[in-house]
C-alpha cells in the first residue's frame, strides 16, 4: 500500500480535484510508475461528461511517462528505475495482440475503459480515498497517470531510455500517435497524392507532420483558430482553411486538381466536419476518422453515394500502433526534427490543474502536460 495523490473525479461531472489516495501493491501483470508527467487529452473530458460509462470515485490519464518502482511477479518487459511512456492496454493473448496489432484487440474496451486489471481480479478498484474505505477505480487504458504514482499494466508501458524529457514525450503515448498512426500505419500516403487534416489538436499535428515526414505534395489543414493554422503553415502544411470558411469545399477542391483530396483526416468528431471530410474527398478516396462522436453517432453518407464514388470511410483507434514499436519511431522522428512536440505543449503542475483545463477548452493550448 502506498500513500499518494491523484486528480481524482469523486462522482459523474465532479471537477478534477488533488486528493489524498492509498495505492494498492501491484497485480502480478503491474508496474507501480512515479508518473513525472501526464498528456491531458480529450478521452479524459468524456469521461467526466459521461459519454462514456465509467465507475466513480476514479482516477483517469492516459498519456503517463515516468519511472518504474516496482513490478509485479509476472512482469518481464521492464524493472525498477526503468524510464517509461505510458500507452493503451490490450490482452496480450488474442489474434490481435499476438499479431503485433493491439489496436484490434478484441479485449480493448474493457482494458481501456472497463477497468479490468486482469482475468482474475477483473475490474477491481486499485486503491481507496485516504483515511477512508471509499474504493477509487484506476486503469484508464490501463493507467490512470493523473497521478503522483499509478498501478500501469504491462501491456501499457513502453521502456524508453532513461535521460530523456519524459514531459516532454508523455503525448506520444495516445493523441500524438493516434494522428501520426493514421497516415503512416493506415493511409500510407505517396509523395504526390494529398492528405486534409481536419483539426488541430495534438491527434491533427500528428498526421500533419506524418504527412510531411512522408513528404506529401499536398499537405492541408482546416482549424476555427487562425493561430493554430498559422503553426501548420510553419511547419509545412501547404493550405490552410477557415473550418467556417462558405468555399471550404471549393477551395479544397481547387488545391487538388479540381478532384479533391486522395486522404482526409477527421480529428474533430465534430458532425458537420464529418460531412465535410466525406464531401472534399476525390473519388476512390479514403476518410480516416479519429475523433470520436461519442456513442449513438451515424455515418454522415449516404451508402448509394459511396458505392458508386468507390470512396471509403475507415475508423481508427489509437493509430493501429503497436505502442512498443511505433513510440520509439516517432521518438526517432523527434530526434531527426520532423515531430516538433514542443511546438504543441504546455507544461502545468498538478496544483494548476484547473488552468490547464480552461487553457485547452478555450484552444489557447494544444496540448497540457501535468507535471507530478
Ligand atoms: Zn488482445
Ligand atoms: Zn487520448
Not at 468555399?247 to 465534430?270: F, K, M, N, S
Request: hydrophobic share 40%; glycine share 10%; with cysteine.
Amino acid at each position: 500500500m502506498l500513500q499518494t495523490q491523484a486528480l481524482v473525479l469523486q462522482e459523474l461531472g465532479a471537477p478534477f480535484k488533488l486528493c489524498d489516495i492509498e495505492l494498492q501493491d501491484p497485480q502480478p501483470n503491474e508496474v507501480l510508475v512515479k508518473v513525472t508527467a501526464c498528456g491531458l487529452c480529450h478521452t479524459d473530458l468524456i469521461i467526466q461528461a459521461g459519454v462514456f460509462p465509467s465507475p466513480f470515485p476514479c482516477v483517469n490519464g492516459h498519456e503517463g511517462a515516468g519511472t518504474v518502482l516496482s513490478v509485479g511477479s509476472a512482469v518481464t518487459r521492464v524493472q525498477p528505475g526503468d524510464e517509461v511512456l505510458l500507452s493503451y492496454a490490450n490482452c496480450a493473448e488474442c489474434g490481435y495482440c499476438t499479431m503485433g496489432r493491439p489496436a484490434g484487440c478484441v479485449g480493448f474496451m474493457d482494458r481501456n475503459f472497463g477497468r479490468v486489471r486482469n482475468p482474475s481480479v477483473g475490474a477491481a478498484p486499485v486503491g481507496t480515498l485516504a483515511g477512508t474505505d471509499i474504493p477509487v477505480h484506476g486503469t484508464f487504458f490501463g493507467q490512470s497517470a493523473l497521478a503522483r504514482h499509478c498501478l500501469a499494466v504491462e501491456t501499457s508501458v513502453v521502456k524508453v531510455p532513461k535521460g530523456l524529457d519524459l514531459a516532454l514525450l508523455a503525448p506520444l503515448g495516445c493523441g500524438l500517435q493516434s494522428g501520426a498512426g493514421a497516415v503512416l500505419n493506415m493511409l500510407k500516403p505517396a509523395e504526390s497524392s494529398s492528405v486534409v487534416v481536419f483539426g488541430l489538436g495534438a491527434v491533427g499535428f500528428g498526421a500533419v507532420w506524418a504527412a510531411l515526414y512522408l513528404k506529401v505534395k499536398t499537405v492541408i489543414v482546416v482549424d476555427l483558430v487562425p493561430s493554430r493554422r498559422d503553426l501548420a503553415l510553419s511547419h509545412g502544411a501547404t493550405h490552410a482553411f477557415d473550418g467556417r470558411s462558405p468555399t471550404l469545399l471549393h477551395d479544397i477542391q481547387h488545391a487538388t486538381e479540381g478532384l479533391g483530396a486522395e486522404y482526409a483526416v477527421e480529428a474533430t468528431g465534430v458532425e458537420r466536419v464529418l460531412r465535410t471530410a466525406w464531401e472534399c474527398i476525390r473519388n476512390l478516396g479514403r476518410v480516416v476518422s479519429v475523433g470520436n462522436p461519442g456513442p449513438g453517432s451515424r455515418t454522415p453518407f449516404d451508402i448509394t453515394d459511396q458505392v458508386n464514388s468507390s470512396k471509403t470511410w475507415s475508423g481508427l483507434v489509437e493509430g493501429d500502433s503497436n505502442p512498443p514499436v511505433f513510440i520509439p519511431q516517432l521518438m526517432q522522428m523527434h530526434a531527426e526534427g520532423h515531430f516538433p512536440i514542443e511546438s504543441i505543449v504546455r507544461n502545468f503542475p498538478a496544483e494548476e490543474f484547473d488552468q490547464a483545463l480552461a487553457a485547452m477548452k478555450s484552444g489557447e493550448v494544444i496540448k497540457p502536460v501535468i507535471l507530478f
